[in-house]
């Protein structure tokens, strides 16, 4: 564990990797997930859902720790990756800062997100894809307008009422099949019906999708 928390930076960067001196202090929830064997942490989702080792536990307690002591987590070095998974949720792994439609703050390294519009834990996703037989093969259909890299930086996921997640921060957007594209922002489906998934195509407003 201390070699992880070794590898935590000490500094914060924005979507553009500039160094931000301090981090505004916060008593929202931090979910941490670190699977301290894998090289390649989004890659590693594509082959099976991993099931967090006793240190990777172990880290999850320290972040949690460190979350309702010092505000917001020290940035990690690793970068923002979404799985686009086939007929699944969406695995996104970074540093990420979720807000929800109430307002309240998540910091987290690992979620899977809701692609099917079904689930009763949005925006997380619950399994439900399975249960209506959602189907989706994953394919990207967007092109990059942003250089990829590995440097770690932040990444915010905003929910908006009935509509699509948008982000904001570089996301690098990735398949089982070898196809990525990386942005510096847009908007993720969670409605089920976009023809541009994982991207929104405004479906949601037609079909009246709803949230809660």
């Known amino acids: 564990m201390e070699d992880a928390m ?3 930076s000490t500094t914060s960067t924005d979507s553009d990797g500039l160094v ?3 981090e505004p202090k916060s008593r929202d929830a931090f979910v941490g997930y670190v699977e301290n064997t894998a090289t390649n942490p989004v890659a590693d989702l594509a082959k099976s859902e991993p099931v967090p080792s006793t240190s990777a536990k172990a880290l999850d307690r320290w972040f949690r720790d460190r979350q309702q002591q010092q505000g917001a987590p020290t940035l990690l070095e690793i970068p923002n990756e979404a799985l686009v998974k086939n007929a699944g949720p969406l695995q996104i792994t970074g540093n990420i800062t979720l807000v929800e439609e109430d307002g309240h703050l998540t910091y987290a390294n690992h979620l899977a997100l809701c692609r099917c519009g ?3 834990t949005k925006p997380n996703c619950d ?3 399975i249960d ?3 189907f989706d093969p994953g394919k990207i259909y967007e092109a990059s307008d942003a250089p990829a890299s590995k440097r770690p930086s932040k990444m ?3 929910c908006i009422k009935d509509g699509p997640i948008t982000f904001r921060g570089r996301l690098k957007v990735l398949n089982a099949s070898g196809q990525e594209c990386t942005k510096l922002r847009g908007a993720l489906c969670r409605c089920g019906q976009s023809t541009n998934k994982p991207f929104c195509d405004g479906s949601h407003a ?3 999708f709803k949230t809660g």
């Open 127 to 129: 399994g439900r894809h």
């Open 118 to 120: 079904r689930s009763q």
């Open 206 to 208: 037609r079909n009246g």
């Open 20 to 22: 931000s001196k301090s």
């Open 132 to 134: 209506t037989e959602f």
């Open 156 to 158: 915010t996921l905003s």
């Open 6 to 8: 070794k590898k935590a």
